[in-house]
């Protein structure tokens, strides 16, 4: 009777313990846990393997059907579920804020970036396409040309040498053949994502027109894009972009990116074994702290 009794206990444990009596959040953790475990007792037997590049572990993510390639709704959906992440929470302090503008100018340029990705054009973009994404980020560590693109940029279109950026530098910058192609031949140096710069000059222009994360085709006018670019780099309210104005922003903007980086790069592998970045919240609250520092310095 006893014996009996014990099996009646464990067949009665057993069913509490079956997957399906867990929220799928609940085996989310548990397999976290697990394998935070394993690397913990296995760190002194063998070095950590690195991390895999980010447009790998974004090319998992994304893919949501598995057809080994990415399409603009899976992209949508994906940016749609980080920008819920960063707005988890009732409080609301400053670094979260500045995290969500910066997921919502994604947003906004997503469609823009997406169509420079997709070199071939077929509307989805592939493995190789998305390695530009980890050459991106490459770019904005110390010495990798990020700064030094901007640097000319900026040169190219302050055309009286004042060291700030007037809406009219702008605007005449993005109607300036010239400079135009001189940016493209810059950009192309970084990103050799076409056969020649010419290619990439669209992209330029659109580029230098939507400065801040505005969007030419969600705006009436360029101007108008311009303006509002303008607003979210002019810290001071004078009217114009200092060169300090852009390099802090860069330098803000370029640490939060790779914040979020390594953050994906380190949960990546796993959220995609369950579904995506959906599934994020069930491990994070934000962002955080991932410990990089960002290589910054003045414009």
Request: glycine share 8%.
């Amino acid at each position: 009777r006893i014996r009996g009794k014990e099996n009646q206990n464990s067949s009665s444990h057993r069913m509490l313990l079956t997957p399906a009596k867990f929220p799928r959040r609940n085996l989310l953790l548990i397999s976290l846990l697990v394998t935070t475990h394993h690397h913990h007792a296995t760190a002194q037997q063998q070095p950590r393997p690195p991390l895999q590049p980010l447009g790998e572990v974004l090319h998992q993510l994304l893919d949501k059907d598995n057809d080994q390639k990415v399409s603009k709704s899976e992209v949508d959906t994906q940016l749609g579920m980080l920008e819920k992440i960063f707005q988890e929470g009732n409080t609301i302090n400053e670094e979260e804020q500045s995290y969500q503008r910066l997921i919502q100018s994604l947003k906004v340029v997503s469609p823009t970036l997406f169509e420079f990705l997709d070199s071939n054009g077929d509307g989805y973009l592939s493995k190789r396409e998305l390695k530009y994404v980890t050459k991106f980020e490459q770019s904005l560590k110390k010495n990798g040309g990020m700064r030094d693109f901007l640097r000319k940029v900026f040169d190219l279109i302050d055309s009286n040498g004042d060291d700030q950026l007037s809406a009219d530098e702008l605007m005449k910058g993005s109607d300036n053949d010239e400079v135009i192609s001189q940016v493209a031949v810059n950009f192309h140096e970084i990103f050799p994502i076409r056969k020649t710069p010419r290619e990439l000059e669209s992209f330029v222009r659109d580029v230098i027109a939507s400065v801040g994360g505005s969007s030419t085709s969600s705006i009436s006018n360029k101007q108008e894009a311009i303006h509002l670019g303008m607003k979210y780099l002019d810290d001071n309210n004078d009217g114009f972009i200092q060169r300090k104005e852009v390099g802090k922003h860069y330098n803000s903007a370029g640490k939060k990116f790779m914040d979020v980086s390594k953050t994906v790069k380190q949960m990546g592998p796993m959220l995609a074994m369950f579904g995506g970045m959906d599934n994020m919240n069930d491990f994070m609250g934000g962002a955080g702290n991932t410990g990089f520092h960002f290589m910054g310095g003045d414009l």
